[in-house]
């Protein structure tokens, strides 16, 4: 009985003098014959007919997007926050051509090029590999019903025709593990048609405090703020800030109790914004809400005019599961200029602002800021609530 070697070396000759089709012919016997797969058989003979070097090749495709890409995607990827490819892909032109202009840039243009074709799903599977695990604590809820909820209606959605102007808002607690005693909380509004964000930090949740912060994100909104939706928490529903709505004829609607899908957009942004910038620390030090402030003025520019997001544009439920459909990932910044219902002005104040910033400078400037955070905390505030 032949063995494997041998019927291989009697097929050699005539294998590498063969036509294509005549090597298929070749090919059908010594798989039959020795139990080969086609591809083993192939190997088998260039090793046999071209030596060691032709075998120990690389198999597969060529490599196009080499380390020098890859690392120059890792750089935008910090850059944009460490957000997931299909967010960083649309905006990668953007950081390149920004970091270009202000001499950031240090790459050779041949991996510039290769960056820009790179296509979403080779982002994906890079960035996939960037990220790394990360545990994630559950905060404490702080929100409780108010006897006063029944004077603004409950409101489910849809939100599809809403225009500018119209945002859910809430409150995030900043305090570790414990509820007890004074601590700094931070108010969140998103718009529901750009998904702008606006963010200010005050000392508790008391309802004029609440004011006053929904009163500074209003002054820095580019377009008139329309209409609120907060959950049932007292801070919200209060006669201080229905009265206030109505003086500045701002529609004000809520959600029902116990359903966070109600606020889905700012509950997102709860987790995706405050608590990936400023985590589950407990912050109960008053110096801290100055401190906070100036991060989330910094923030804000950041996330609205480079780190871009994605809407839910259609749910169908398939079985015991949803089936949803999103829209191209956009920054806000983006979505504004696109909208028909923002006047032309209001644009062309927002790209003059566009055409100062640096997504690479805001980052670093927030990564210090936040730094300078956490020392006013550790030095000041009470080490047995202070740890995360």
């Known amino acids: 009985m032949q063995t494997i070697y041998e019927v291989f070396q009697h097929y050699l000759p005539v294998y590498l003098k063969s036509s294509k089709k005549e090597k298929q012919a070749i090919l059908d016997i010594v798989c039959s014959v020795c139990s080969l797969h086609r591809k083993a058989a ?7 007919g071209f030596g ?70 080779t982002v994906k599977a890079r960035v996939g590999q960037f990220m790394k695990a990360r545990h994630r604590k559950r905060g404490i809820s702080s929100t409780s019903p108010s006897v006063l909820k029944n004077i603004i209606p409950i409101v489910t959605g849809e939100w599809n025709d809403k225009p500018p102007g119209y945002g859910q808002i809430d409150t995030v607690v900043h305090c570790g593990s414990s509820l007890l005693g004074d601590m700094v909380f931070s108010v969140n509004y998103t718009d529901i048609a750009t998904l ?136 806000p910044y983006t979505r504004i200029l696109k909208h028909k219902d923002i006047n032309d002005q209001i644009k062309k104040n927002l790209e003059q602002l566009h055409h100062t910033l640096n997504p690479l400078d805001l980052k670093n400037k927030i990564d210090k800021l936040i730094l300078e955070l956490i020392n006013i905390q550790r030095e000041n505030g009470n080490p047995g609530l202070s740890e995360e």
């Not at 192939?42 to 046999?48: D, G, M």
């Not at 004011?211 to 919200?236: A, C, M, Q, V, Y």
């Not at 620390?281 to 402030?293: H, K, P, Q, S, Y």
Request: aromatic share 10%; proline share 4%; with cysteine.
């Open 52 to 121: 060691e070097r032709r075998d120990i090749r690389r198999h597969g495709r060529p490599t196009v997007y080499g380390p020098l890409v890859t690392l120059a995607l890792k750089e935008i990827w910090e850059a944009s926050s460490e957000i997931c490819g299909e967010l960083l892909h649309p905006v990668i032109p953007e950081y390149v051509a920004v970091m270009k202009r202000d001499q950031q840039w240090k790459h050779s243009l041949k991996t510039e090029a290769l960056l820009l074709k790179m296509s979403e799903g």
């Open 196 to 331: 702008w964000l606006g963010l200010s930090a005050q000392w508790n949740k008391g309802q004029l405090a609440t004011r006053e912060s929904i009163k500074s994100i209003k002054e820095r909104l580019p377009f008139k703020l329309l209409g609120l939706h907060p959950d049932t928490g007292s801070e919200f529903i209060n006669w201080h800030l229905k009265g206030w709505c109505d003086q500045q004829s701002i529609e004000m609607t809520r959600s029902r109790p116990n359903h966070k899908n109600d606020n889905a957009y700012v509950e997102q942004k709860n987790g995706h914004v405050i608590r990936r910038f400023l985590g589950y620390t407990r912050f109960d030090v008053l110096e801290t809400v100055e401190a906070i402030n100036k991060i989330y003025l910094k923030l804000e520019l950041y996330l609205n005019h480079f780190v871009p997001s994605r809407k839910c544009i259609k749910k169908v439920r398939i079985g015991s599961k949803y089936k949803r459909q999103y829209d191209k990932a956009q920054t």
């Open 42 to 48: 192939i190997r088998k003979f260039n090793y046999l």
